[in-house]
């Protein structure tokens, strides 16, 4: 069965210092992989998705993601955290050619002046 | 770009009561539906599924009904709330052309 891991419920990091949020996929197929942020009470916005090619995938507001197939990866870094960036991170998988979306339980990111 | 429109925001509830969340999506036509539910510290749970008007699909068992009237509105429902319908619950959209989802912003049921 398809799966998503996300070993860190929480995470507290200083401001500037780097990130880096840890999520192990399940899946037979070449997956479709995504990261998608939340703010409090509001919806999910996309960070960042690999489909194919370069492993190595850069996201909006300063995030990156690198996919590692032998790992079952897909870690999400940014080299230098701000308050603002404190949500809950979720990896996804998308399987079925993408028509169905299975979440990780999620991270919250703490950030610490 | 697409967008999705998703009332009521917060709804209290009684447990025995009807219930019904509606979203509505623009900037795309025939997009695939989707309603997600969120329990804290549990991520999303999928609970329904639509690629078209009047096609519904169930991933989880359960006291709550779906229904798609039109291409770019889908609705949630539940003739009789319980305890455990509580949560919050997301609607999102997929253009069939790409992978991702887009969200609304969710609405945040408490059922007393």
């Known amino acids: 069965a398809q799966s998503v891991t996300q070993p860190d419920i929480h995470i507290t990091v200083s401001e500037g210092a780097s990130l880096e949020l840890r999520c192990n996929y399940s899946?037979?197929?070449?997956?479709?992989l995504f990261w998608y942020v939340q703010s409090p009470g509001q919806g999910l916005q996309l960070l960042l998705k690999?489909?194919?090619?370069?492993?190595l995938v850069q996201g909006i507001k300063g995030f990156e993601a690198e996919f590692k197939r032998s790992q079952s990866s897909f870690n999400l870094r940014k080299p230098s955290v701000h308050w603002s960036d404190a949500a809950e991170y979720f990896c996804a998988v998308g399987v079925a050619g993408g028509f169905k979306t299975i979440f990780g339980a999620g991270t919250r990111l703490f950030v610490k002046a | 770009s697409q967008t999705i429109h998703q009332w009521p925001a917060t709804l209290v509830q009684p447990v025995g009561s009807p219930l019904s969340l509606e979203c509505t999506v623009e900037g795309t036509s025939n997009p695939n539906l989707y309603w997600y539910r969120q329990a804290a510290g549990r991520g999303l749970q999928l609970l329904f599924y639509?690629?078209?008007?009047?096609?519904i699909s169930s991933e989880v068992p359960q006291n709550l009904s779906a229904s798609r009237p039109q291409d770019r509105q889908f609705i949630l429902s539940s003739k009789k709330l319980l305890l455990s319908d509580s949560g919050f619950y997301l609607c999102a959209g997929r253009d069939i052309r790409a992978g991702e989802l887009f969200f609304g912003e969710g609405s945040r049921l408490t059922v007393l």
């Open positions: 690999y489909f194919s090619g370069d492993t």
């Open positions: 639509s690629v078209g008007i009047g096609q």
């Open positions: 899946y037979g197929a070449t997956p479709y």
